[in-house]
């Protein structure tokens, strides 16, 4: 059974040979495993494995050039001014582009926001490229993300553009009209974004990937009665356009999330990752009573637990219980929660990728 007949048993609500896999992690680490198995390339690395989905890269962007810093910082596409940043030393040095301000902070009007100069244009993105990058990916599930700083979303970007605190705040304000004006033109880009990457290459993508925080370690950013007021529509929106076209999707969202879980499935979501372990409310074996004839999901494999801190024996047991969870009666993609990191040892992520071909046939 190949990736994409494993893939549509799921959607069928059938059981397939074994639990798909998926391989999340920072580029460190690919580089790691490819001299660890002795391989060339990052696909050679994702064959290996026998990971059974693809990321595309989506479409080049065309725009105006974007402006770059005497401290080596750099605007993205919204104009958030980001820099590298190292983590680790040795074998688990690491990097990250960090936010270095927030261009929307200091608005206090509607005008200001919808003034602003640097709100991208779907115009300028390249999106025919986008059918090379499906086709290249042959027998396995397609999947449509974009990179971190260019996920279809809406409170993230928002986020970076306006402060995490200063957004929060401006979402609970009774007058909210710079919520939603930020909000609004947000989901403007990313609804046009969408539908012409669906026109592009809609029928050789299996997945399109929506990417928005709603919760903290311990519970919501907000009350659920404010995600269905401020953000539950244009979530809807987003699977409404993949939707017109058959496309599931899948929505990342770390932290516990379980009171808007209902919310999602009734908005059409089909997968929900990344199901993060050790978190409030988040139980897998009640996620999985509750949901699991609706939802199938992704991720599941804590980064803050045996991966990071323990023996690769308690990593093959934290699978054993995951697929045990999760992957009763199929519904499940297993992976990490989030990117494994750099500072992860490579024996252990061996006994991860041990452990899935190991534990994941079900016949």
């Known amino acids: 059974m190949d990736s994409r007949a494993r893939f549509q048993r799921l959607l069928d609500k059938k059981l397939p040979d074994r ?5 999340w992690a920072v580029p460190e680490v690919d580089q790691r495993l490819l001299k660890c198995y002795k391989l060339k390339s990052r696909d050679e690395l994702l064959d290996k494995l026998d990971i059974d989905f693809r990321y595309v890269d989506g479409p080049a962007y065309t725009g105006p050039p974007l402006k770059e810093y005497p401290d080596g910082s750099k605007e993205d596409l919204w104009g958030v001014r980001r820099k590298v940043v190292y983590t680790g030393e040795g074998e688990f040095r690491g990097t990250y582009k960090t936010v270095v301000s927030h261009p929307l902070a200091g608005c206090k009007t509607t005008k200001e926001i919808l003034n602003y100069e640097k ?3 779907p115009a300028d993105f390249d999106y025919s490229v986008v059918v090379e990058q499906c086709k290249a990916c042959k027998d396995r599930v397609v999947m449509f993300m974009g990179d971190r700083l260019n ?16 957004i929060l705040v401006d979402m609970r304000r009774k007058s909210d009209e710079i919520f939603v004006a930020i909000r609004d033109k947000i989901m403007g880009f990313y609804n046009e974004y969408l539908k012409r990457i669906i026109e592009a290459a809609g029928e050789l993508i299996d997945i399109i990937v929506t990417g928005d925080d709603f919760g903290t370690q311990t519970g919501l950013f907000f009350q659920p009665k404010v995600w269905r007021g401020k953000l539950m529509h244009g979530f809807k929106e987003y699977i409404q356009i993949a939707g017109s ?28 990752n990344p199901v993060q372990p050790g978190v409030y409310d988040m139980d897998h074996a009640e996620l999985k009573e509750e949901f699991g004839t609706e939802l199938i999901f992704h991720g599941g494999v804590s980064l803050q637990g045996a991966l990071r801190f323990g023996t690769p024996e308690e990593v093959k047991s934290e699978v054993k219980k995951r697929i045990a969870e999760l992957g009763k009666d199929g519904g499940y993609i297993i992976c990490t929660a989030h990117n494994i990191q750099a500072d992860t040892r490579t024996e252990n992520i061996e006994a991860l990728f041990d452990a899935y071909e190991e534990l994941s046939p079900y016949v």
């Open 151 to 166: 996920r279809l979303a809406q409170l993230k970007p928002a986020m970076y553009l306006r402060g995490i605190d200063r």
């Open 245 to 272: 076209k058959g496309i599931p999707v899948m929505h990342h969202s770390c932290g516990s999330i379980h009171p808007i879980i209902k919310d999602m499935v009734n908005c059409g979501l089909r997968i929900l």
């Open 119 to 121: 709100w991208p244009d």
């Open 19 to 23: 639990v798909l896999r998926d391989y």
